[in-house]
Every structure is written in C-alpha cells, then in structure tokens.
C-alpha cells in the first residue's frame, strides 16, 4: 500500500468512479427517467473522453502530493510542478462527491439548449426541477438552494432581533415563548396585518369556538 503504482490505481479509479457516480446513482433508482438517464451517459462519455485527453497531468500533481505528504516515493517525472493547494473546512467525501458532479453539471448545461436562455439562479433552479436535474445533481442543486435561501433568511434573522429588542422589554420580561412569537409575527409582517379589515378580524373570532373554562 505504499507503493507508487498503488497510490496511482486509487486514485485513477476514485476519479472514473467520481465521473460515473451520477449515471450510476441515476441508474440504480427505481423510478427511472430515460430522458435523464440518457443524458447523464453522454456526459459521462464527454467527461471520460476530456479526461483521457487533458487530465493526466492534475492527476499526477494530486498523485504526488499524496505521496509527499505520507512520505511515498515518488519516480522522476521531469520535475511536475504543484500548484498550491485549497483549503478544505468542510467534509472530504462530500467536497470531492461536489468537484465530480460540478464537471458533469458544467457538460450537461453547455449541451442543453433548454438551459441557454435563462435570466437568473431563480429561473436555474425551477429549469431543474421541471427537467428533474435536481436529482441527478444533488449537490449543485443544494448550493442552487443556499444561494437563492441565505440572503432572505440573513434578513428574515436580522429582523427579528431587532423586533425582539422592541417587544420583549424590560417590563415584559415575563413574556412567554408562544406569546413572543405572536407578537413578533405581527410587528414583522405589519404591512400584511395592515391590509386585513378590522371587519375581518371580528369575523374570524367570532366564528372561532367558545374556550372550555377550567376552574
């Protein structure tokens, strides 16, 4: 196991497999859409084919940082240079599942013309779901998500502490966490509560039924 040429196989075979995962997760599935299905092996074949042609080298490179950083012997091969390398925070196994399915889903909408005409991450993301990329694409249509979700919920957060801050005073400080919650939903969403009529409101109680009194 500390051989080159061991070191060498693994890695050859991660990035095959890397490149194949989507078509073979596509097609274990028990509800199976051919349209996908069949997409995913021409890209697969692209991916391969692009691969064979351009990605010996990147492959070398990881080879031999691999090597160097447990100490393997690595053969002369007319001196490889390394670029630096990225720091990885997150979890290892789902960063390189993310890399892989990137490369597919870059082949994949450059050859789609249903994808070439649209305005933005919103219009990416409904595109997606209609033609079911979502979940050949897992991973890339989860950071569609996150995009499209982080900016509204940061504001939706930031607004209620600052709500929190008008509501919950010193002299409610007896306040209950169901009660808070009303009150917060109210303030932060005036404008809507201030198109309700009253009219309505008084309706709504009233056909709300009578509370049990529990003496």
């Known amino acids: 196991m500390n051989d080159f040429e061991f070191i060498f196989l693994l890695h050859l075979m991660r990035k095959v497999l890397g490149i194949t995962n989507d078509l073979s997760q596509a097609l274990q599935r028990k509800v199976q859409d051919l349209a996908n299905a069949l997409c995913?092996?021409?890209?697969?074949?692209?991916m391969l084919q692009t691969f064979r042609d351009d990605g010996w080298n990147e492959?070398?490179?990881?080879?031999?940082?691999?090597?160097?950083?447990?100490?393997?012997?690595?053969?002369?091969?007319?001196?490889?240079?390394m670029p630096r390398g990225r720091s990885r925070q997150f979890d290892q196994i789902r960063l390189l599942s993310l890399e892989d399915q990137l490369s597919s889903y870059i082949v994949d909408m450059r050859s789609n013309a249903e994808f070439q005409n649209l305005k933005g991450i919103h219009d990416l993301a409904q595109k997606m779901l209609q033609k079911h990329k979502d979940i050949g694409f897992p991973w890339v249509y989860m950071l569609i998500k996150l995009s499209l979700i982080l900016p509204v919920a940061t504001a939706t957060v930031e607004r209620g502490f600052s709500?929190?801050?008008?509501?919950?005073?010193t002299l409610r400080n007896r306040m209950g966490d169901i009660w808070l919650n009303d009150c917060l939903i109210?303030?932060?969403?005036r404008d809507i509560f201030q198109t309700i009529e009253n009219e309505e409101i008084?309706?709504?109680?009233?056909?709300?039924?009578?509370?049990?009194?529990?003496?």
């Open 186 to 189: 109210t303030y932060i969403e």
């Open 202 to 215: 008084m309706k709504r109680f009233q056909s709300m039924k009578d509370r049990l009194m529990i003496l």
């Open 40 to 46: 995913l092996v021409n890209v697969s074949k692209k």
């Open 163 to 169: 709500a929190m801050k008008l509501v919950k005073t």
């Open 59 to 81: 492959l070398i490179v990881d080879i031999s940082k691999f090597c160097e950083k447990f100490e393997i012997d690595v053969p002369d091969m007319d001196a490889i240079s």
